[in-house]
């Protein structure tokens, strides 16, 4: 569809990694098998177990957050890179430190 339309796509690694999860798939299997070379924003977030399930809680990004956000980085390089991430203001510094340092390596 995205190839007939010639039309890009939103990446949002927090719900691709509740998907993988939900269907039972490696995480970079997943990712791999999208059509990345169409994605022009991605969002990245903390997804976290609840009741037993992953969801994308849009908690602080943890070390497999930004070694998927390295994997798509390694493969593609999107207009836009969003965090999704309102709560704590050291998290928050932190995490958009990390991040510069992430999309800086990879330009």
Do not use: K, W
């Not at 569809?1 to 949002?12: N, P, Q, S, Y």
């Amino acid at each position: 569809m995205l190839e007939e339309a010639e039309c890009g796509f939103l990446l949002d690694i927090g719900h691709a990694h509740v998907s993988a999860e939900v269907l039972g798939v490696d995480m970079h299997d997943y990712l791999s098998s999208l059509p990345l070379h169409r994605v022009v924003q991605v969002h990245v977030s903390g997804p976290r177990m609840r009741y037993g399930r992953l969801v994308d809680a849009h908690e602080p990004l943890q070390e497999i957050d930004y070694e998927l956000l390295d994997f798509v980085l390694e493969r593609i390089q999107p207009q836009v890179v969003t965090l999704e991430y309102i709560r704590e203001r050291e998290a928050l510094q932190e995490q958009l430190f990390r991040l510069r340092g992430l999309l800086d390596a990879h330009n």
